[in-house]
């Protein structure tokens, strides 16, 4: 039996709109006679967020080889390469303004 979590029909739904969205873009794309540049752009920023388990602003607890301190790291950016077909990501040391804070932990009473 496969342990993985059955999706709800909204999580599948909004797969399905994503996808067609995409779709739709791309052939608006090829439609308008576009670049390949350009339509490569569009096909990295979908599976960026399609296939990424992580998004710009998320902390990080890092332990630092140098000190052995845990530091918190966030993630600047994130990037797709087409020729290794893989993601790749720069960190900060500073927590970027309106993508962090949705993040954070809630802490006290009434909060």
């Known amino acids: 039996m496969d342990n993985r979590k059955k999706k709800t029909f909204k999580q599948r739904l909004n797969n399905i709109k994503a996808y067609f969205k995409f779709k739709w873009k791309i052939i608006l ?25 992580f998004q710009v602003g ?31 990501h720069k960190f900060s040391d500073r927590p970027i303004k309106g993508l962090t804070e949705k993040f954070k932990e809630k802490t006290g009473w009434l909060q």
């Open 29 to 53: 794309l090829y439609w308008a006679n576009s670049p390949r540049y350009q339509r490569d752009l569009e096909r990295g920023s979908y599976y960026i967020r399609r296939g990424n388990g």
């Open 58 to 88: 998320q902390p990080f607890r890092i332990i630092d080889k140098g000190t052995g301190k845990i530091r918190t790291r966030y993630i600047d950016n994130i990037f797709f390469n087409f020729k290794t077909n893989s993601t790749t």
